[in-house]
């Protein structure tokens, strides 16, 4: 055990005779019984039959599932140290942890099983059954004004810096900071720094407030401690706390709605190939989730990119693609070799045999395509097609840096091609940012999808972190996708409903200027 963790198993022990409050419900009151069938069904998968998460899918698994016997929680409303209340339990199980392989069962337990699961969770640890551990929620106070202001996000990015937020998590929060490559839970299985652009993920939620708790709390069992001790040292006020949770906030778009299609507009002129080329900022992005690819051995179950973000834009004779994605480290990079290497031996990739040797792999995109546009919906199959029906690919990779084209005949077989896209690509506090390009119609109509406006043009993406330990199999994989190249407005579309207004118009006063001179007619008569 560690000292953090002995630590806070002294807290625990020690709070039981300083919070003179009511003692909780007893165990034997609730129904253990029944949650221990709820438990064998669902949970012992990866948590273990005796709750030390050690299931037979634990292995797989990063982060991997709670040890129940620790009594060390990370998400949590009471102090560092504190075991959590019903309602912290309840929470996880009913929602689950965004970014980990806990999923939320509200919607497949009813409430009575999930009730009687929390009590049997309760039953692995000895220190729920202490009648002396008084478990209460921190009062937590509300969120001062102004939090998207200037003045307020500045007053929140100088407490990331004073308080070192930036050593793990980085300069601009992706999760690469100087001592993310050391970071390691209690339990020393290697964690990664989270990565504060994609708040949807955080675990314990990504709101203002759900931030603002995990400052206040701290992940037990984890790097990340409370900062509530700097508040009782006066380093920092409560509103200034809210203030680096609204800055953290701030460095996340809002929860990205996955969508079917990627919408490439024509513009005039020609489309920039540049990845920082000021014309992507008019344009929409669409994010696509990537999951671990465990179909085909190696198999890989925690794939380091969670998914990509894709522009797109064609001038009528060319289409260029834009990817970007969150990448703590520029690979290949030594600095993390040994990082490398405690993942590969942590996560099982395979199902039998020795484990991979950390080498130093590079950063790796794969966009893939039919060869030839589907009348209908079949499609390849999406895992690099197959022998009988390959797949049209550009690939990228970071060292040497170009980008190449060719089929794919499954994973273990890429025949290049000589055509290929052009690629530039820029890499950048933690973010890896590619624009590749190619002719919408090129010679080789066998091999090369000819890219058609009007079309539905299906598109699936594959990832590679070299200091993950990726490559190969081991690699992030997403479904079928669809890009679509917009055609150009018609000039027609927005004259025409002009010209009916003012045929109308003119029509209508034809009419009463007739009408006015019978009018005048019959006066005259």
């Avoid at 806070?8 to 019984?33: E, H, I």
């Avoid at 299906?458 to 199999?473: I, L, N, R, V």
Wanted: net charge positive.
């Amino acid at each position: 055990m560690t000292e953090r963790a002995l630590l806070l198993r002294v807290t625990l022990v020690v709070a039981a005779g300083t919070v003179p409050l009511p003692a909780p419900r007893s165990l034997a009151a609730q129904d253990t019984t029944a949650g221990k069938r709820v438990y064998v069904k669902w949970c012992a998968g990866c948590h273990g039959d005796a709750g030390a998460g050690d299931g037979a899918a634990a292995a797989s698994m990063l982060p991997r599932p709670r040890n129940f016997t620790s009594g060390l929680y990370k998400i949590r409303t009471t102090a560092s140290g504190q075991l959590p209340t019903d309602a912290d339990l309840e929470r996880a199980i009913d929602e689950g942890l965004p970014g980990s392989a806990m999923p939320g069962w509200k919607g497949r337990l009813s409430q009575a099983e999930r009730r009687d699961v929390r009590a049997y969770i309760k039953t692995f640890s000895s220190f729920f059954a202490d009648t002396g551990q008084h478990v209460v929620p921190l009062k937590f106070s509300s969120p001062p004004g102004g939090r998207t202001s200037v003045a307020a996000l500045k007053v929140g990015r100088q407490f990331y810096d004073s308080i070192g937020c930036r050593k793990c998590h980085g300069d601009q929060g992706r999760g690469d900071g100087p001592s993310a490559p050391t970071l390691k839970d209690d339990a020393d299985f290697p964690i990664f720094a989270a990565d504060l652009h994609q708040s949807w993920r955080f675990r314990g939620g990504g709101s203002v407030e759900d931030i603002y708790r995990r400052l206040r709390t701290g992940l037990d069992g984890t790097p990340m401690p409370s900062f509530a001790d700097l508040i009782d040292q006066k380093f920092l006020t409560d509103e200034e706390l809210w203030r680096l949770a609204q800055y953290v906030r701030s460095l996340s778009p809002a929860p990205p709605e996955v969508r079917d299609v990627v919408h490439a507009p024509q513009v005039p002129g020609t489309v920039p190939v540049s990845p920082d080329d000021s014309a992507w900022t008019r344009v929409a992005r669409s994010w696509f989730p990537l999951e671990g690819q465990v179909i085909h051995k190696s198999r890989w179950f925690a794939p380091a990119v969670a998914g990509v973000w894709v522009q797109a834009l064609h001038d009528g004779k060319t289409l260029a693609l834009r990817v970007s994605w969150d990448d703590r480290t520029e690979s290949p990079d030594t600095a993390w070799l040994k990082f490398e290497q405690r993942i590969l031996e942590t996560v099982a990739g395979d199902d039998s045999g020795p484990g991979p040797k950390a080498e130093p792999w590079p950063d790796q995109l794969a966009v893939q395509f039919p060869r030839h546009l589907p009348q209908g919906m079949e499609r390849p199959y999406f895992l690099m097609g197959a022998t009988t029906d390959p797949v049209y690919q550009w690939r990228w990779t970071s060292r040497p840096r170009r980008a190449f084209a060719g089929l794919a005949r499954g994973i273990e077989r890429f025949d290049t091609l000589p055509g290929a896209p052009a690629g530039e690509a820029t890499y950048e506090h933690g973010e890896w940012r590619l624009v590749l390009t190619r002719a919408l119609a090129t010679p080789d109509t066998a091999n090369e999808v000819q890219l058609e406006a009007g079309r539905a043009i299906p598109m699936a993406f594959f990832a590679w972190d070299g200091s993950s330990g990726e490559h190969g199999s081991r690699m992030a994989v997403s479904t079928w996708y669809f890009l679509a190249l917009d055609r150009p407005t018609p000039p027609g579309v927005f004259i025409s409903p002009v010209l009916a207004m003012l045929v109308t118009l003119g029509l209508g006063l034809v009419v009463v200027r007739r009408a006015q001179r019978r009018g005048a007619t019959r006066s005259g008569g």
